[in-house]
């Protein structure tokens, strides 16, 4: 599989994003998470905007009911950026330009912020924080993203009163917990962005349901010395959909074959034991009407990247750190604490003890992913050089979207 990723593609540069919701937590908006605390990160940052299409048809792109579409995304622009004669010009139906608090609120940067206003670039202002040097820019950007964190939850119904008068939209930052987005969401906040999608709300008793109980047992079966295709194919002959929706992934796009798989058996025949369990745990992730898509979306990706890092690494068995990386969020998936589900899923050890600790060489893997998902790119002990992390990110979101496109097909 590694030597599909082609290297020579990479932007030379960390880049991840991070989804801005709306009231109905879907996703409007990606926000873009890149290292760019030295002036040659900052430039190739900019060039890589000048000559925006990767980050466009990857970064920007997502699959929202079948179709293929890209979002806007935020981009943080430093002093230096805003001001420069050079500054790329952006389609800008695409980027939302993101001016940051701590910037130098000066006559010239008010008339440049101006200038962008009335060029037609939507403008957020991050970090905001009441402060009267910031009084003039309220009426040139379009977006007030307010850290919810560094504000006590008392204040922040009289600051919404106040910007009122402004009609700015208020994007709530740092959001951490489904209570806190229902907080922000009853104070008058129409977008949202932080980790409440990643933090489980555990309903005390709670079993997994039949058709997840079946997906597990294929699980159990798959991962038995004596299973056969025609033993696994017997678990769910007796479920006609499951066994539709499985060949029905299995034929798409996502695996690029060239010929038509018609039975259980025929596909373990074919792909291996060790694609169809793959697959398997794909379903028991995805069959979850009630939680937002983004959340099945996340784990994919996570449970991609993991797989080509572990590839790239000639690790044995890949396919344990997709599942690793795929199962790394079930717990917020099926609001079920961590240990009390890892009793009813029948994952080999060495998995377990990396979801619960990041122990072994899964473990350190899943956690460098995480890291490089949440933009954490100076935590990250490289295993690889920088490009391969980058390509093997990307890489993994035009997968995720192939996959999202595979089972939202009728």
């Not at 960390?14 to 709306?22: D, K, M």
């Not at 992934?249 to 038509?260: G, I, K, P």
Request: proline share 4%.
């Amino acid at each position: 599989m590694s030597g599909e990723i082609d290297t020579e593609e990479s932007l030379d540069l960390l880049l991840a994003r991070q989804p801005v919701f709306n009231k109905s937590q879907d996703v409007v908006a990606y926000a873009l998470l890149y290292r760019g605390d030295d002036e040659a990160t900052e430039r190739k940052f900019s060039d890589h905007l000048a000559t925006s299409s990767v980050i466009l048809n990857t970064y920007a792109s997502i699959c929202q009911e079948g179709e293929v579409r890209s979002l806007p995304c935020y981009i943080k622009l430093t002093d230096k950026t805003i001001m420069s004669e050079h500054f790329p010009e952006l389609p800008k139906e695409h980027f939302v330009l993101e001016v940051l608090s701590h910037s130098e609120i000066s006559p010239e940067f008010i008339e440049r912020v101006r200038e962008l206003n009335q060029l037609g670039y939507r403008l957020a202002l991050s970090d905001y924080k009441p402060d009267t040097k910031f009084d003039p820019l309220l009426n040139l950007v379009h977006i007030l993203k307010i850290d919810i964190q560094s504000i006590s939850t008392e204040s922040i119904p009289e600051l919404v009163k106040k910007l009122r008068p402004y009609h700015l939209e208020l994007l709530a930052d740092k959001v951490e917990t489904q209570e806190e987005f229902r907080k922000c969401y009853e104070l008058g906040f129409s977008l949202f962005q932080g980790y409440f999608l990643s933090k489980p709300e555990p309903v005390k008793g709670k079993k997994l349901g039949s058709s997840k109980m079946l997906l597990l047992q294929m699980m159990v079966e798959l991962q038995s010395p004596t299973a056969t295709a025609q033993s696994v194919e017997q678990l769910v002959i007796n479920d006609p959909l499951l066994t539709y929706r499985i060949l029905r992934v299995v034929n798409s796009a996502a695996f690029n074959l060239n010929r038509e798989i018609e039975s259980l058996s025929h596909a373990i025949s074919l792909l291996g034991f060790e694609q169809i369990r793959k697959w398997v745990s794909l379903f028991l992730v995805t069959d979850t009407q009630e939680k937002p898509v983004e959340l099945t979306r996340s784990m994919l990706i996570r449970g991609r990247m993991c797989e080509l890092l572990a590839e790239m690494l000639g690790r044995d068995q890949p396919i344990n750190n997709f599942i690793t990386g795929l199962f790394s969020k079930l717990d917020v998936l099926l609001d079920m604490e961590l240990p009390e589900l890892l009793e009813q899923v029948p994952l080999q050890n060495d998995v377990k003890a990396a979801l619960i600790s990041y122990e072994g060489q899964l473990g350190q893997i899943l956690e460098q992913v995480s890291k490089y998902e949440d933009g954490n790119f100076e935590q990250i002990d490289l295993l690889l050089d920088q490009q391969y992390y980058e390509v093997a990110y990307r890489h993994s979101l035009n997968w995720s979207q192939q996959v999202m496109q595979s089972l939202s097909e009728k």
